[in-house]
């Protein structure tokens, strides 16, 4: 560890400084300084998104990208979805979407997918089904033919637009409540996502899936 | 992969970069990122120093001046693709930025780094040739200014000197009466082009072609300009029966290779049509009907 250099990263609001080689990539530093192992190195080379993160709003590859040339930007991974406003405390809208609409399997993909997702809502709350595909194009998924993908991210479009509703009008408390209510208890024990064959199909051992509180594999 | 251990070294004027690659040996400059973080990772590229422009805020700009459409070597391919002065007055500009790899690559890489790149599946050489573009590079000795005709010498080499750097490409703003287009044949989003080709068309008033420059993609060792159509074009009224004749000629200029997307004779056939097309939308964006083009 020769040549290093200090370098500030702000990631999901909150400010970071280390020590970095230039060839560190921005996805190594983020996983690996900062064991935010959220943001998925899928294929190393710059095709698949999966490495997918928001720099100073715009959706990069942090695989395609020095650690150094992020020096004194702000970041964003799928670590910080739940800390915006408009997650309520909860699972972002986006988050909701992907596990209401089955808009994942194995996952791997998921946070790339958000990353993308988020960009494109922020800058286009309304999206037609093909803006989402384009906005979608840089990040693979193998397993869910991005049906489901696209479907999430429109739920999420029309989740956004009755909290932005709510928040506009009088009714923000009950409006927080009714889908608090709805949401966390998913997770709070077994977890049935409600899709025939789902998490591994007919063979998944429920109890195993109540022991790891329910993750969605 | 992990790239080899470089030094690097971040210049903030053109003047800082130019004298670091004067004084470097073994060095290699990184705007964008997105062709080269890869080939640094495989280690194709294996420079001990890396010199990443990217902090030069001079060399970011997209706009029109004294003439020329200008574009700095920080310009992203979203600027381009987002720019209203682009979607108002660059028919070919605006049609290849959204066509360029995905968004997240689009909001990196630089429409200079990709002709510095000088890859033969490139898209932006094409439009630069079709608009009898110029690339403007700074040296020791001051600016050098390269027609684009005169930049591509075989795929990833070009003429830019060894101690320049790419600052500007630039093209003509548009005649009263001019349009162009890009159309691109791709298998799926976000890859390269299978082939592709950029037409420019300049009406004079009575709407004879009074200029026609046509960019092809992936069908040569570097993007090449199809002379043989462009010569076949100029004094003639645009017509459906012309742009065909011109796409064959294309074709029959081109010199593509098969691969795994086709043979020969398919990306040929492809050269035609993708020119046609190309010249259709041109001409429509000339000032004429598109009606009229194809009778």
């Known amino acids: 560890m020769t040549n290093t250099r200090e370098i500030t990263l702000t990631v999901n609001g909150t400010e970071h400084t280390i020590d970095v080689e230039p060839r560190q990539l921005l996805v190594h530093a983020i996983r690996e300084e900062l064991d935010m192992t959220g943001t998925h190195i899928g294929c190393d080379t710059g095709n698949c998104g999966a490495c997918t993160v928001l720099k100073d709003g715009e959706p990069i590859k942090s695989c395609l990208m020095f650690a150094t040339q992020a020096d004194g930007s702000e970041l964003m991974t799928v670590e910080g979805m739940e800390d915006l406003p408009e997650a309520r405390g909860d699972l972002h809208p986006l988050q909701e979407g992907f596990r209401e609409e089955h808009g994942l399997q194995c996952g791997y993909c998921t946070p790339g997918m958000l990353m993308s997702g988020k960009a494109l809502l922020d800058e286009n709350p309304d999206p037609s089904e093909e803006e989402i595909r384009e906005a979608i194009s840089g990040n693979l998924c193998r397993c869910t033919g991005y049906q489901n993908i696209v479907r999430s991210i429109e739920y999420a479009a029309e989740e956004l637009e009755e909290v932005a509703a709510a928040d506009g009008g009088t009714t923000v408390a009950s409006g927080t409540d009714t889908s608090s209510a709805d949401a966390p208890s998913a997770f709070d024990s077994e977890f049935d996502c409600g899709v025939e064959n789902c998490c591994g199909g007919p063979t998944t051992d429920r109890n195993h899936d109540a022991d790891t509180g329910g993750e969605h594999k | ?295």
């Open chain 2, 1 to 295: 992969m992990k790239p080899a251990q470089f030094e690097q070294h971040e210049p903030e004027t053109v003047e800082e970069a130019v004298s670091l690659l004067e004084s470097l040996d073994d060095r290699a400059v990184l705007s964008g990122g997105q062709s080269m973080v890869p080939m640094l990772r495989f280690r194709l590229a294996v420079p001990e120093t890396i010199i990443d422009i990217n902090r030069i805020e001079s060399l970011d700009y997209l706009e029109e001046d004294d003439g020329w459409l200008t574009i700095g070597a920080l310009a992203r391919h979203a600027d381009v693709e987002h720019s209203e002065l682009i979607a108002e007055h660059y028919g070919s500009f605006a049609d290849t930025a959204p066509l360029v790899a995905d968004p997240q690559i689009r909001n990196r890489g630089t429409v200079a780094g990709a002709i510095a790149q000088a890859d033969p599946k490139g898209d932006w050489g094409s439009v630069l040739l079709a608009h009898e573009g110029e690339v403007v590079a700074q040296g020791p000795d001051g600016e050098r200014v390269i027609p684009a005709d005169e930049f591509f010498l075989l795929p990833y080499d070009t003429t830019l000197d060894e101690n320049e750097l790419l600052t500007e490409l630039r093209v003509p703003t548009p005649a009263p009466r001019e349009g162009s287009a890009y159309h691109k044949l791709k298998r799926k989003v976000g890859d390269y082009a299978m082939a592709g080709s950029a037409a420019r068309l300049v009406l004079d008033d009575e709407g004879r072609i009074e200029q026609a420059g046509i960019g092809l993609t992936a069908v040569d060792i570097t993007n090449v300009r199809a002379t043989d159509a462009e010569d076949h074009l100029e004094g003639e009224r645009p017509s459906s029966e012309l742009f065909k004749r011109a796409g064959e000629l294309a074709a029959e200029q081109s010199n593509p290779e098969s691969d795994e997307h086709g043979d020969v004779e398919y990306k040929e056939r492809m050269v035609n049509v993708l020119t046609q097309r190309a010249l259709g939308d041109a001409a429509e964006r000339a000032g004429l009907v598109k009606q009229r083009v194809s009778q």
